[in-house]
């Protein structure tokens, strides 16, 4: 049984890996804990603060979840919001990107930077100005107010990530394919853009998962009209069960798991390190 | 030269960067099935004048023809001019036949003429069977044959070169450049090439421009260059030069393939010591101190072989310039 002991393992894998064997544990202890904690309540019947087991297993909180009207078609409004949210993000950003990053005017640094702004304020003082101006344009309550606030939530990833991609694109490429007879407009169809198509993904796939799970834009402009699932989740926490909110937090996380497990080919930490690259 | 069809012609260009770079006044005449290269250090201007060519650059005034047409005004993809970059020519998310068919699929040409034209334009760039590989699975070399056999199946009628082989190592851009002068035969096509290599400016080109800050030193034959430099410039730019100073502020400048040596003391002003002697294969480059400066000399062997380091020679000039 020598190699379960400290000293044994301290000596066989030498001084660094152990180090970095302990901060590892450490991390993925703090890192995974709660979210062993909250799959654990998930399935208890009852549950009472001090204890560190549920009292009860079973399924009882799933049924009664599901069992809600409310909740069920959140989810759907969720999706409908982020995919319209995504889209139209998509259609605003990414020419802004390949502004950004194919010419250059004065001012262009500090434009790139400006989009950092909006989360340098706490995000709900932020809200409630925009709610007065949204109240006097009579976007409150309303589809497009809530979809709007989505999509100033994404303009930074939308416009970063993808306007690193543009200029990490070599210009001769470009200039080749009007060189071989491609107006502007099919350059970038056909070249500029399958190139950059990798941070386009990501920068998607963060505005998609960011609307998913906004909550505090979509409480303030939306409601009560417009409930999504992270809106839905306030009530719950604050009027069922302590073991509801379990339930439904892996209910949220499930399309985030399966996104992002899909698309897991595309987010390599270069691509993400590189996406907020200022140049 | 008269006679011959004028293809390409820049009449009174002139590019200026905010920087203070670039071209003023540029008159250029380029002849059907002529292989023209502008040559010069980097920031000289050449590569100005051969995205302006393509059109890449907006000239500040002046006109370019081709045929006799003005093309200055149009976008590079109306342009009758195909371009080769020093580098990622390629499109990385296609496939060697899609990057081929690109242009050709834009001019509509029928999907069985396409395979074919592209099956033999790999065949005249020595690449056959690539069509379904990806650029980053060739070599440098490779990518840029591909490259090259692109800019041809464009048909232009003026194929441009932006250093396309500087990014290789010696000795494939040498067979390189052997291809492409070959291909350049083969099809008569007209070629203006970019280089800052006056060797490879010299195996290649039918005329070069010797460029130096945005201004032609000198354009001729690569004899013309070699045997009759216009200036100090191209003399100590095109192969190796010897430059002597004389009392008088004036220059001489002597190839050292045209010094003769003879032992001993000629009581002229020429005569020296042999510093040291070098064997360069069939031929030795001889350092003889004359006063205080160093003359480089070429010789063959048999000659060089009777010589010995610290012998007293006296040097001859069989030809020489003054500048």
Redesign the interface.
Known sequence: MKWLSPRGFYYAVGRRKFIEFIVLSAFLLFFYLPLLNLFMLAFADKYEAPALFPQEWGFKWWDYVLGQKSLVSSIALSFTIAIVSTLVSMCICIPAAYALARFSFPGRKLFFLSFLLSDAFPKMGLYIAIGIIFYKLHLIGTFLGVVIIHILNSIMFMTWIPANAFRSI?R??E?????????PF?TFM??TF??ALPGIIVATLFTFLGSLEEAQGTLLVGFPQYKTMPVEMYGIIMQYATTAGPVFSIILMIPTVIVLFLMRRYLSPDTIANGFKMK | MSERAVKLEIRNMTKLFKNGDGVKNVNLTVYEGEFLTMLGPSGCGKTTILRAI???LDVDQGDILIDGRSIVRL???KRP???V?????????MTIYDNLA??LR??KVPKKEIKERTREMLELVKMSGVEKKYPAQLSGGQQQRV?IA??LL?QPSVLLLDEPFSALDAKIRSQMREELKRIQEDLKITVVFVTHDQEEAMAISDRIVVMNKGVFEQVGTPTEVYDRPASRYVASFIGDMNFIEQPDGKVIAVRPEAITLSKGNGGGKWDGTIRTIMVLGHYAEIIVRVGDQNIKVFQPRHISDTFRQNDRVSLSFDKYHVF
């Open positions: 070599h001769q490429q200039e080749s394919a009007r060189d071989a007879g491609a107006g099919r056909s070249v399958p190139l | 393509g059109g890449f976008p590079p993809e001019t195909a371009m970059f020093q580098s990622y020519n390629l499109w990385s998310h690109f242009g834009i001019r490259a692109r800019a464009l």
